[in-house]
Nanobody, 115 residues
Framework: QVQLVESGGGLVQAEGSLRLSCTASESIFSINVMGWYRQAPGKQREFVAHIGTGGDTTYAGRVKGRFTISRDNAKNTVYLQMNSLKPEDTGVYYC?????????WGQGTQVTVSS
C-alpha cells in the first residue's frame, strides 16, 4: 500500500506561481509512474502531468509550457511547478502513483487562482 501526501496548495493571483509536492511512503524508485490530476467543483477529474521511471514527462495541453513535473527519488517526492497560473487552473490537485498496474491517490490539495 502506497500512501501519498500532497502539500503546497493555496491561494494565488493570476500569473502567480505555486509548487506542489507529493511525498510517497516508500521509495519512488520502485514506482512506475507518478503524476497529477485535478478536479474543479462539478467537473470531471482531468489529467495534468505525469513522469515515468525514466524521467519522461507528459503534459495536458492546457498546462503545457506553464507547468513542470519533476522527481526527487532521494526524497521520495514528486513536484509540480505551476507558473503563469490562470483562474481556470483552480481545483483540487491529486497526486497519483502507478505501481505494478495499481493506482494510488493522495487526499488532494486545493489550488485557488484569483483573477
Amino acid at each position: 500500500q502506497v500512501q501519498l501526501v500532497e502539500s503546497g496548495g493555496g491561494l494565488v493571483q493570476a500569473e502567480g506561481s505555486l509548487r506542489l509536492s507529493c511525498t510517497a511512503s516508500e521509495s519512488i524508485f520502485s514506482i512506475n509512474v507518478m503524476g497529477w490530476y485535478r478536479q474543479a467543483p462539478g467537473k470531471q477529474r482531468e489529467f495534468v502531468a505525469h513522469i515515468g521511471t525514466g524521467g519522461d514527462t507528459t503534459y495536458a495541453g492546457r498546462v503545457k509550457g506553464r507547468f513542470t513535473i519533476s522527481r526527487d527519488n532521494a526524497k521520495n517526492t514528486v513536484y509540480l511547478q505551476m507558473n503563469s497560473l490562470k483562474p481556470e487552473d483552480t481545483g483540487v490537485y491529486y497526486c497519483y502513483a502507478n505501481k505494478v498496474g495499481l493506482l494510488y491517490w493522495g487526499q488532494g490539495t486545493q489550488v485557488t487562482v484569483s483573477s
